[in-house]
């Protein structure tokens, strides 16, 4: 059945198309917490906490609590925003 075929491409591309915006945003993630770690007081801060807070609700789990751990103990530190 063709119509059956097409239906089943579409929804195949769909999910593959998925994926790859689900490895995009772990990507820009990981970007974000390098910032977070490595240099918590550096221009590009104010960038990495707006693109946390617009895709937060996105994100994996595991991986927001990494970096709202790292965020926690960036604010410990005196002097270090």
Same mark, same amino acid.
Do not use: C, T, W
């Given at each position: 059945?063709?119509?059956?075929?097409?239906?089943?491409?579409?929804?195949?591309?769909?999910?593959?198309?998925?994926?790859?915006?689900a490895a995009?945003?772990?990507?820009m993630?990981?970007?974000? /917490?390098?910032?977070?770690?490595?240099?918590?007081?550096?221009?590009?801060?104010?960038?990495?906490l707006?693109?946390? /807070?617009?895709?937060?609700?996105?994100?994996?789990?595991?991986?927001?609590?990494?970096?709202?751990?790292?965020?926690?103990?960036?604010?410990?530190?005196?002097?270090?925003?």
């Amino acid at each position: 059945d063709a119509v059956g075929r097409e239906l089943a491409a579409a929804a195949g591309d769909r999910g593959d198309h998925s994926l790859k915006q689900a490895a995009v945003l772990e990507q820009m993630f990981v970007s974000y /917490a390098r910032v977070v770690k490595k240099n918590p007081a550096g221009p590009l801060m104010p960038a990495s906490l707006r693109g946390i /807070a617009k895709f937060a609700h996105q994100v994996n789990l595991e991986l927001l609590l990494d970096l709202v751990s790292n965020l926690r103990s960036v604010l410990r530190e005196p002097g270090a925003l």
